[in-house]
C-alpha cells in the first residue's frame, strides 16, 4: 500500500513562490515509478502539472506548458520525496494540489493522462492573490 502526504500549501501574492512536497509512504525500497503533480482550480477540470518518469540515476521530466519556465520538480530519491517548486505564481495557479504515484512508468505521451496514476495524495490549497 502507498499513500502520499502533501504539504507546504498556503496563500502568497502573485509573483511569489512556493514549494510543494510529496512524501511517499510505503513498505517498498523504491518510490513509484511514476510521480506527479496535478491541479483542480475552483469549477474546473483536474490538471497534470509536472511529473518523474522511471527511476534510477537521471528519470525524465516532464512540465506542463503552463507553467514551464516557473515550475520544476526536486527529487529527493532516498527519502522517496517529490518537491514542486514554484515561482512567479500567478492568479491562475490557485487551486488544489493533489501529489500521484503510479505502481508501472509513465512517458512522455502519457505522464500527463490521470489514469497512469493509481494512488493520490489528499491534496494541498495553493492560493495566489493580491
Known amino acids: 500500500q502507498v499513500q502520499l502526504e502533501e504539504t507546504g500549501g498556503g496563500a502568497v501574492q502573485p509573483g511569489g513562490s512556493l514549494r510543494l512536497s510529496c512524501v511517499v509512504r510505503?513498505?517498498?525500497?523504491?518510490?513509484?515509478?511514476?510521480m506527479g503533480w496535478f491541479r483542480q482550480a475552483p469549477g474546473k477540470g483536474r490538471e497534470a502539472v509536472a511529473a518523474?518518469?522511471?527511476?534510477?540515476?537521471?528519470?525524465?521530466?516532464s512540465i506542463s506548458d503552463s507553467v514551464k519556465g516557473r515550475f520544476s520538480l526536486v527529487l529527493r530519491d532516498r527519502e522517496k520525496i517529490l518537491i514542486l517548486e514554484m515561482n512567479r505564481l500567478r492568479a491562475e495557479d490557485t487551486g488544489t494540489y493533489y501529489c500521484?504515484?503510479?505502481?508501472?512508468?509513465?512517458?512522455?505521451?502519457?505522464?500527463?493522462?490521470?489514469?497512469?496514476?493509481?494512488?493520490w495524495g489528499q491534496g494541498t490549497q495553493v492560493t495566489v492573490s493580491s
Open positions: 518523474v518518469r522511471g527511476r534510477g540515476a537521471s528519470p525524465s521530466t
Open positions: 500521484a504515484a503510479g505502481r508501472l512508468s509513465c512517458y512522455a505521451d502519457t505522464w500527463f493522462r490521470s489514469e497512469e496514476y493509481n494512488y
Open positions: 510505503s513498505e517498498d525500497f523504491d518510490r513509484p515509478p511514476c
